[in-house]
């Protein structure tokens, strides 16, 4: 069964960076395209970022492109977004999970907070 953890949250002012972080354990990790996903209150679960399952490619969604960085290590078993030049609109639960018709169960999240 697979077990997702996301850490790394917390509240942070308009333009601060912060680093999330996702372990993976229980799965061919390496085997997988991984994404960050986001919800904001009210609103429909987003992917954010994806990256290939050898990290040589990722892509971006509009609204965080060139401020969002998704990176991983296979040998860690963990998938990385780092998070730069913030804004109040990036406030939600962040989750990971592979991309994927058949997603994994989500993991718990971790929330991320901009405001000031």
């Known amino acids: 069964q697979v077990q997702l953890v996301e850490s790394g949250g917390g509240l942070v002012l308009p333009g601060g960076s912060l680093r999330l972080s996702c372990a993976v354990s229980?799965?061919?990790?390496?085997?997988?395209?991984m994404g960050w996903y986001r919800q904001a209150p009210g609103k429909e679960r987003e992917l954010v970022a994806s990256?290939?399952?050898?990290?040589?490619?990722?892509n971006y969604a509009d609204s965080v492109k060139g401020r969002f960085t998704i990176s991983r290590d296979n040998a860690k078993r963990t998938v990385y977004l780092q998070m730069n030049s913030l804004k109040p609109e990036d406030t939600a639960i962040y989750y990971c999970?592979?991309?994927?018709?058949?997603?994994?169960?989500w993991g718990q999240g971790t929330q991320v907070t901009v405001s000031s």
């Open positions: 990256i290939t399952s050898s990290g040589a490619s990722s």
């Open positions: 999970n592979r991309v994927a018709t058949t997603k994994w169960d």
């Open positions: 229980g799965s061919t990790f390496s085997a997988n395209f």
